[in-house]
């Protein structure tokens, strides 16, 4: 497999999870890591931009998850054009903190058709690598208690938590996601991600027998 360095289009991955899996802790570790290789990273995040993520806060709760579903779906597309497709055909690793299956999960638990929300995503550029940390649902809302979300109401129903899990791990099972058991400790869980990382992009894992 050629390195990441040689690739005419960069890399993309996606670090998924419940809030409190420690998502934005794995990805920072992975730019860290691949940056102190030499390669060119870029963090990013969704929702992304501020004038979705400001809509959602207003008014996604009192309309549902079919609308919140468009509005992340539009937040994405934008996204997309704006930071990943650009990074990407450039040569950049583009480490995304939540992608697509964030919107399966959340707006599939909260009623919203898996397959519609599918169809309304068709536009995604596939990640290279897509990793899901699982962490119960009482365990991440402790975690994240007192912490800000970017749309705090979507982690204030255990309920939906319980079943956005539900869905993450039917991904797992069916392929679309790697598990990494995030209730591990903080240690053996980035040691695990920078393996997959490693082992994906074909690169000597600089950085994993040292995670801290």
Same mark, same amino acid.
């Given at each position: ?41 870029i963090y990013t995040y969704e929702p992304y931009h501020r004038v979705f993520i400001e809509i ?97 109401? /979507?982690?204030?129903? *255990?309920?939906?938590?319980? %079943?956005?899990?539900? +869905?993450? &791990?039917?991904?797992?099972?069916? #392929? @679309? ?8 400790? /903080?240690?053996?869980? *980035?040691?695990?991600?920078? %393996?997959?990382?490693? +082992?994906? &992009?074909?690169?000597?894992?600089? #950085? @994993?027998?040292?995670?801290?």
């Open positions: 497999m050629s390195s990441a360095k040689d690739a005419l289009r960069g890399y993309l991955i996606a670090i998924e999870g419940l809030d409190g899996s420690g998502k934005t802790t794995v990805a920072e570790y992975m730019v860290k890591v691949l940056s102190n290789a030499g390669y060119r990273v959602l806060n207003s008014v996604g709760e009192q309309l549902g998850a079919f609308f919140e579903a468009l509005v992340m779906a539009a937040d994405r597309y934008y996204h997309i054009k704006d930071v990943i497709e650009p990074a990407l055909n450039s040569g950049a690793i583009v480490i995304t903190d939540r992608y697509f299956y964030s919107s399966l999960a959340y707006q599939g638990a909260k009623g919203a058709d898996l397959g519609w929300i599918r169809e309304l995503n068709k536009f995604i550029i596939p990640p290279d690598l897509a990793i899901y940390l699982d962490i119960d649902p009482r365990v991440g809302l402790q975690r994240k208690a007192g912490k800000p979300s970017r749309v705090e109401y /979507l982690q204030s129903s *255990l309920e939906v938590l319980k %079943k956005a899990r539900e +869905i993450y &791990l039917q991904m797992v099972k069916e #392929g @679309e996601l790697i598990y990494v058991d995030a209730s591990l400790t /903080l240690v053996n869980v *980035l040691r695990k991600c920078i %393996k997959l990382l490693c +082992i994906k &992009l074909g690169i000597h894992c600089l #950085g @994993e027998d040292d995670a801290q």
